[in-house]
Each structure stands twice: as structure tokens, then as C-alpha cells.
T-cell receptor, first 115, second 116 residues
Framework: DTGVSQDPRHKITKRGQNVTFRCDPI?????LYWYRQTLGQGPEFLTY????????KSRLLSDRFSAERPKGSFSTLEIQRTEQGDSAMYLC?????????????FGQGTRLTVV | AQKITQTQPGMFVQEKEAVTLDCTYD???????LFWYKQPSSGEMIFLIY??????QNATEGRYSLNFQKARKSANLVISASQLGDSAMYFC?????????????FGTGTRLTVIP
């Protein structure tokens, strides 16, 4: 088990372009989370999947953002018409169960820079 | 109001000494969990320690311990015998019970630098 894997690690894009990030969770983890972390801040929750179902979305997730998890395995996060304010680290996490004491395992993130 | 407050943007500690990183939280939910994560420069968040709101004893994991003061709503992380590899960002986080049980709320973090 190699942990949560995210691709790419870094992405530079021009304003207005679309970008897509991929997250491969730990195998057999049926819960998957996306977080966004801007400079000097802690991660902020974006969305949550249980298997292929997207069960929770933050109001941070504007209409330009869409996340999918087909077949309940890997997940993608797409940002359309990127803006400079989208520049951030996008972190993916997975867990085997839910509950107050559930530890979430994080990937190394995708750092997005919009120029 | 912020759910998690970390008031120390940066801390320095001498190698082999102990250091306390502060965290206060705000919730009206009687059921919640508190976490500490370490984020090295490589970016991944590494889970360190967990404390449940109903736990009677302070959590400990190796060199990490959590000083949980429920009445004061504080959950400070104590790192004993600091090592150079402990230099990183440290984040306190909370998960509330009920409908928000899937979501972790993070503080703004504390950058710890261990001095040789």
C-alpha cells in the first residue's frame, strides 16, 4: 500500500483554462475527501465521497468546481475557467470508515498556480 | 467564529527540549474529536494524535501527548525530546458529531523550528 496518491504534484495554468486533478485513495478506503489549502491557512473542506456517491459539498465548491468518483475508486477534481484565486494546494484524503475518531490519510497534494 | 484557533504562527525549540503548541476550539456539540496533524515541506498531512470529547485521559502517542482541558476548550500538543525532524507545520483539527461528522475543521497552523 503506497498511501494516497495525487497527480500532478504541481500545475501551472493560465487564467481561464480548465484543469483536472486526480486522487487515488488507499485501496479499500471507501471514503474520500478533497480539501483546499491556501498560503498561510489550514486545509478547508471541499467535498466528500462515500464510494461513488458525493454526499457532502462545501459552499466553497463553486459552480466552476466539479468532483467525481466513478466506480468508487479514484477521484477527479476539475476546475473550469480558472481564476487567480484558485491558486492553492488541493489535498485529497481517504479513510476506511466514518466516525468521530476516524483518521484521514492525506496525499501530498497538487499545488495549483494560476497566472 | 473560528472553530479552531492556533495563536502561535511560529515556535522555536532547542533540540531535545519539550515544546507545547496551543490549540483552542469552539463547538456547542457535546460530541467531538480533536486531531493534530504534522505537515512537512513535502506537503502531506501526517496524523499524530487524537482526543475524543468523552475521553477521560489525555491521549499519548510516543513523544506526542495532548493536554486536553475540556472546560477551557483547549487541546494543546506537547512534543517531548524534540528532534530536528520535528521541524514542520502543525495543525490542530476538529470533527464534530452529527451532520458534520465527515468534515475536519483545521486551524491556521503553527510552524515549529527545532534548533540544533
Amino acid at each position: 500500500d503506497t498511501g494516497v496518491s495525487q497527480d500532478p504534484r504541481h500545475k501551472i495554468t493560465k487564467r481561464g483554462q480548465n484543469v483536472t486533478f486526480r486522487c487515488d485513495p488507499i485501496s479499500e478506503h471507501n471514503r474520500l475527501y478533497w480539501y483546499r489549502q491556501t498560503l498561510g491557512q489550514g486545509p478547508e473542506f471541499l467535498t466528500y465521497f462515500q464510494n461513488e456517491a458525493q454526499l457532502e459539498k462545501s459552499r466553497l465548491l463553486s459552480d466552476r468546481f466539479s468532483a467525481e468518483r466513478p466506480k468508487g475508486s479514484f477521484s477527479t477534481l476539475e476546475i473550469q475557467r480558472t481564476e487567480q484565486g484558485d491558486s492553492a494546494m488541493y489535498l485529497c484524503a481517504s479513510s476506511a470508515r466514518t466516525g468521530l475518531n476516524t483518521e484521514a490519510f492525506f496525499g501530498q497534494g497538487t499545488r495549483l498556480t494560476v497566472v | 467564529a473560528q472553530k479552531i484557533t492556533q495563536t502561535q504562527p511560529g515556535m522555536f525549540v532547542q533540540e531535545k527540549e519539550a515544546v507545547t503548541l496551543d490549540c483552542t476550539y469552539d463547538t456547542s456539540d457535546p460530541s467531538y474529536g480533536l486531531f493534530w496533524y504534522k505537515q512537512p515541506s513535502s506537503g502531506e498531512m501526517i496524523f499524530l494524535i487524537y482526543q475524543g470529547s468523552y475521553d477521560q485521559q489525555n491521549a499519548t502517542e510516543g513523544r506526542y501527548s495532548l493536554n486536553f482541558q475540556k472546560a477551557r476548550k483547549s487541546a494543546n500538543l506537547v512534543i517531548s525530546a524534540s528532534q530536528l525532524g520535528d521541524s514542520a507545520m502543525y495543525f490542530c483539527a476538529m470533527r464534530e458529531g452529527g451532520a458534520g461528522a465527515n468534515n475536519l475543521f483545521f486551524g491556521t497552523g503553527t510552524r515549529l523550528t527545532v534548533i540544533p
